[in-house]
């Protein structure tokens, strides 16, 4: 009863999510607005522009790392379109950081901030998964966010290689919602978000 409750609340997110976005879709985008828009982002990668952030100033310094060569090759960017509007967000990611940039009155603003466990998804959904001990485990968070960055819904899945047999299979837990299930319930409610994808993200290094 709960995990139907937790599927049809989950899918009527979904689809509000995404009748909010093809609204967005439909205002008129000024011929000048997507130009402007990269050339903040460019002065923001070239150290150049600052960004909001909860009523503090964010660098580009304040999410890259520089100060080691290894750490530093992993400075990553890409533009990615995250609510629909037909304008690509900035997306920063460093050994520690992700972050997500758009463009309101002319200004930059974070749109997401979270660490690099998380990466973006083909729907503009994100999805945070950190390993574990003690024992070996995945954590999986799947977050829907609305046309401004705000949070939506926050889904959270887990499975434990309990008797560290170095597979996760029937024997071991696995946690949909802190709810106990069985592997294959976690598989079938698991399966819509491992199947979204990400390949429309094109990540370029930094240093390119």
């Given at each position: 009863?709960?995990?139907k409750?937790?599927?049809?609340?989950?899918?009527i997110?979904?689809?509000?999510?995404?009748?909010?976005?093809?609204?967005?879709?439909?205002?008129p985008?000024?011929?000048?607005?997507?130009?402007n828009r990269l050339n903040?982002y460019?002065?923001?990668?070239a150290?150049?522009?600052?960004?909001?952030?909860?009523?503090?100033?964010?660098?580009?310094?304040?999410?890259?790392e520089?100060?080691?060569?290894?750490?530093?090759?992993?400075?990553?960017?890409?533009?990615f379109?995250?609510?629909?509007?037909?304008?690509?967000?900035?997306?920063?990611?460093?050994?520690r950081?992700y972050y997500?940039?758009t463009?309101?009155d002319?200004?930059?603003?974070i749109?997401?901030?979270?660490?690099a466990?998380?990466?973006?998804?083909?729907?503009g959904?994100?999805i945070?998964?950190?390993?574990?001990g003690?024992?070996?485990?995945?954590s999986?968070?799947y977050?829907?966010?609305?046309?401004?960055g705000?949070?939506?819904?926050?889904l959270?899945?887990e499975?434990?290689?309990?008797?560290?047999n170095g597979?996760?299979?029937?024997?071991?837990?696995?946690?949909?919602?802190?709810?106990?299930?069985?592997?294959?319930?976690w598989?079938?409610?698991?399966?819509?978000?491992?199947?979204?994808?990400?390949?429309l993200?094109?990540?370029?290094?930094y240093?390119?």
């Amino acid at each position: 009863m709960k995990r139907k409750l937790i599927t049809s609340l989950l899918a009527i997110t979904i689809i509000i999510t995404a009748v909010i976005c093809a609204l967005y879709r439909n205002i008129p985008i000024p011929e000048n607005e997507s130009e402007n828009r990269l050339n903040l982002y460019k002065g923001f990668l070239a150290g150049e522009q600052s960004a909001e952030f909860d009523g503090n100033i964010i660098t580009i310094n304040d999410i890259f790392e520089f100060n080691d060569e290894k750490i530093k090759s992993q400075n990553q960017y890409a533009l990615f379109d995250m609510n629909g509007d037909g304008l690509p967000e900035l997306h920063l990611r460093s050994v520690r950081l992700y972050y997500i940039l758009t463009v309101r009155d002319n200004k930059l603003v974070i749109w997401c901030a979270n660490s690099a466990y998380a990466k973006p998804l083909n729907n503009g959904a994100i999805i945070h998964m950190r390993p574990g001990g003690a024992p070996p485990h995945e954590s999986y968070i799947y977050i829907v966010l609305d046309f401004y960055g705000n949070e939506l819904l926050r889904l959270y899945f887990e499975k434990y290689d309990s008797d560290y047999n170095g597979i996760y299979d029937e024997n071991d837990l696995y946690l949909f919602e802190k709810a106990e299930v069985s592997k294959a319930d976690w598989d079938k409610l698991t399966e819509k978000y491992f199947s979204i994808g990400y390949e429309l993200i094109e990540w370029r290094a930094y240093n390119e």
